[in-house]
């Protein structure tokens, strides 16, 4: 179990987007919880949980995560079949308001118009002709990034979180939060192939894939007689040393950041002319970088890509990139029209 949460939790995607206040990640704290629940009314405990905190757990699932909708749904499946059909229900009437309570608020959001909601979800599927990303392109990206989040390799990290499902004791969690978590890569594949963070609760099948590894290869050493009283501290000191050195190794995001924040700060020291509204700059072109944000942040302007200090207007300047710093470049455009 510890080796679990270690290679779950210690790993390089929950530090850097562990702390990030989205759907992805705000929604695993309430699957772990449902699943800890489902878990005692197994062992039996199931009369000393309470009907209303199912229901509200269900209930935050709903409201934090569009994936803790799917989670619910397929956890209440698993009750049904195990004939828990009044919990099921619960689960299922607590997911439903959690739903409802998120419907309405995204219609008074939107102002009771749908549309740009309606077309965001369409871009993150790719339907139509909408930046369409293939499921190939989108596995292939996720494989860097899940090696870039998990001490357990590239392509390994979707088979060690499989490992819980041929464990009667972690079976079902690992069954639905790994159908989950898949299903809404597939699903929203345009989203997965852009957006490093999109297989985050894989975190918590990883988690049991590796305790059940883990206990199994004790079990296994145990029954070859010999030095078997040693196998359970050989085999965690072994792992823990090798997820710390993984761990170790920063990854692009936080290279990313750093290099970014220099940037940013690079930015901030510039004397920018006064009344210039946009940060001009260079190595944007006309569409979005890393950078940007950062260069928002710093520079207290909206960026704008341009083609070259002639689309600049004369008297503001435009922002470069040289040898991995920022320069100020004048303006060689149109004087800037000043407002009486």
């Known amino acids: 179990a510890a080796l679990g949460v270690l290679a779950g939790f210690g790993s390089r995607m929950f530090y850097v987007f562990g702390a990030v206040a989205e759907p992805h990640i705000m929604g695993l704290a309430a699957m772990a919880g449902l699943a800890l629940l489902w878990q005692r009314m197994r062992d039996g405990g199931g009369a000393a949980v309470a009907w209303w905190v199912t229901a509200l757990v269900a209930w935050l699932l709903a409201v934090t995560s569009w994936q803790g909708v799917v989670f619910a749904g397929l956890v209440s ?28 608020w995204i219609v008074w959001a939107y102002g009771g118009n749908l549309q740009d909601f309606l077309g965001r979800a369409l871009l993150r599927t790719g339907a139509g002709a909408i930046d369409q990303i293939s499921i190939p392109m989108m596995i292939r990206n996720q494989m860097h990034w899940l090696h870039e989040g998990f001490p357990v390799g590239r392509w390994l990290v979707v088979p060690v979180a499989a490992l819980g499902c041929f464990d009667r004791r972690t079976r079902p969690y690992s069954i639905v939060s790994l159908a989950t978590v898949l299903a809404y890569a597939v ?50 000191s072994a792992l823990t040393v090798l997820f710390a050195i993984s761990l170790w190794r920063p990854s692009d995001d936080q ?16 004397e920018w002319p006064p009344g210039q509204r946009y940060a001009w700059n260079l190595f944007g072109g006309l569409g979005p970088t890393d950078l940007l944000p950062w260069l928002r942040f710093y520079a207290r302007r909206e960026p704008m890509g341009v083609a070259g200090p002639d689309s600049v207007p004369r008297g503001e300047i435009v922002l470069r990139l040289v040898d991995g710093r920022l320069r100020a470049i004048p303006g060689q455009g149109p004087a800037a029209h000043t407002p009486p």
């Open 187 to 236: 699903v929203f594949k345009n989203a997965a192939g852009e957006h490093s963070y999109w297989l985050y609760n894989l975190i918590f099948p990883v988690a049991l894939g590796v305790a059940a590894l883990s206990d199994a290869a004790t079990r296994w050493w145990r029954g070859r007689g010999g030095l078997s009283e040693f196998a359970p501290a050989t085999i965690g």
């Open 77 to 104: 499946v698993g009750l049904f079949l195990e004939h828990r059909r009044t919990t099921a229900f619960i689960v299922l009437a607590g997911t439903g308001i959690g739903v409802l309570c998120s419907g309405l």
């Open 255 to 270: 290279r990313q950041n750093e290099y970014a924040a220099v940037v940013g700060a690079e930015a901030r020291a510039i």
